[in-house]
Nanobody, 122 residues
Framework: EVQLVESGGNLVQPGGSLRLSCVHS????????LGWFRQAPGKDREGLAT???????TYAASVQGRFTISQVNAKNALYLQMDDLKSEDTAMYYC????????????????WGQGTQVTVSS
């Protein structure tokens, strides 16, 4: 059984930083693309960053230069370092996994965590 569990969401002031974590189990090592997504109330789910099977990261334009995706394979962990947070970054953040490819369409991902809430407010 595949499980993904996010943590690290919190209330933070504009300009602040957070690091989200996603611990996964049940994924065959080296077979999956891992990604971070978010969904704000009333908005579609938005792709933020992915890391492919070779460890190569890709970012959405909205977070390029502010967010950094990384992983520690030995810990089955995926991270999202978020810097210079803005009010528009307020959303539920999810990690997801898809076998082999890194599609941009969130609906394509097979496995999802339950989400962790990030609120950016003064």
């Amino acid at each position: 059984e595949v499980q993904l569990v996010e943590s690290g969401g919190n209330l933070v002031q504009p300009g602040g930083s957070l690091r989200l974590s996603c611990v996964h189990s049940g994924l065959i090592s080296g077979r999956y693309c891992l990604g971070w997504f978010r969904q704000a109330p009333g908005k579609d789910r938005e792709g933020l960053a992915t890391i492919n099977r070779n460890g190569y990261p890709t970012y959405a334009a909205s977070v390029q230069g502010r967010f950094t995706i990384s992983q520690v394979n030995a810990k089955n962990a995926l991270y999202l370092q978020m810097d210079d947070l803005k009010s528009e970054d307020t959303a539920m953040y999810y990690c997801a996994a898809e076998e082999y490819a890194c599609p941009s369409d969130a609906d394509t991902y097979d496995y999802w965590g339950q989400g962790t809430q990030v609120t950016v407010s003064s």
